[in-house]
């Protein structure tokens, strides 16, 4: 089955920096990644997906791009604020009938004022 | 839409009693989604129903776990008898046909003494 792996576990940067998360996917036949955030004690939520007709995808300071070839795809986060953190999770599904989101292990992000 | 509703919220209960949690996705969805939330094992799967059919159980640890979906508004996840190590955050996520967002409930926190 699928198996999502994300580096780096952990990550601080300073306020204004950019922060950059990845992720490897095992399954060739996922074509939907999409990227959740968790701030501590609430429920992840969607921030932004990408599909694999698609290299890259931007939501103001967020981007996402993808390798399909190399099955890796990274989150992009520019001009990073202390609201930015928080644990980030990608994840991958096929797109066959009865698909189910496979997640990474989570980054949590700080970044210091 | 409230959006999915899980109850209860918290719950702290003595090895070996039963637990049972409660789920309500958002209407209209027809994909739903168990997930168990641990620092050590991150953000796991433990089954989903679509249509209110079980589709995928694999994820579901052992025989004390049971998971049932009897209309297309409530599902309910069910441990017994409980253990210490099932300590965990248990959400429940919703989801309509196969090209969409996910969404997931508040969740709820478990503790087993």
């Known amino acids: 089955g699928e198996n999502v792996e994300q580096h780096p576990s952990t990550l601080s940067v300073q306020e204004g920096d950019s922060a950059v998360i990845k992720c490897t996917y095992s399954?060739?036949?996922?074509?939907?990644f999409p990227w959740y955030k968790q701030e501590l004690g609430k429920r992840p939520q969607l921030i932004i997906d990408?599909?694999?007709?698609?290299g890259e995808k931007k939501d103001q300071r967020i981007a996402v791009t993808l390798n399909k070839t190399a099955k890796h795809f990274s989150l992009h986060i520019t001009e990073t604020q202390p609201e930015d953190s928080a644990v980030y999770f990608c994840?991958?599904?096929?797109?066959?009938?009865?698909?189910?989101?496979?997640f990474g292990p989570g980054t949590s992000l700080s970044v210091i004022p | 839409d409230a959006g999915v509703i899980q109850s209860p919220r918290h719950e702290v209960t003595e090895m070996g009693q039963e637990v049972t949690l409660r789920c309500k996705p958002i209407?209209?969805?027809?994909?739903l989604f168990w997930y168990r939330q641990t620092m050590m094992r991150g953000l796991e799967l433990l089954i989903y129903?679509?249509?209110?059919?079980?589709?995928?159980d694999s994820g579901m640890p052992e025989d004390r776990f049971s998971a049932k979906m009897p209309n297309a508004s409530f599902s309910t996840l069910k441990i017994q008898p409980s253990e210490p190590r099932d300590s965990a955050v248990y959400f429940c996520?919703?989801?309509?046909?196969?090209?969409?967002?996910?969404?997931f409930g508040p969740g709820t926190r478990l503790t087993v003494t």
């Open positions: 990408i599909r694999s007709n698609v």
């Open positions: 129903f679509n249509n209110n059919v079980p589709i995928d």
């Open positions: 399954d060739s036949a996922s074509n939907y």
């Open positions: 996520a919703s989801r309509k046909g196969q090209g969409s967002e996910q969404y």
């Open positions: 209407s209209g969805h027809d994909y």
């Open positions: 994840a991958a599904r096929r797109g066959t009938s009865y698909d189910k989101v496979i």
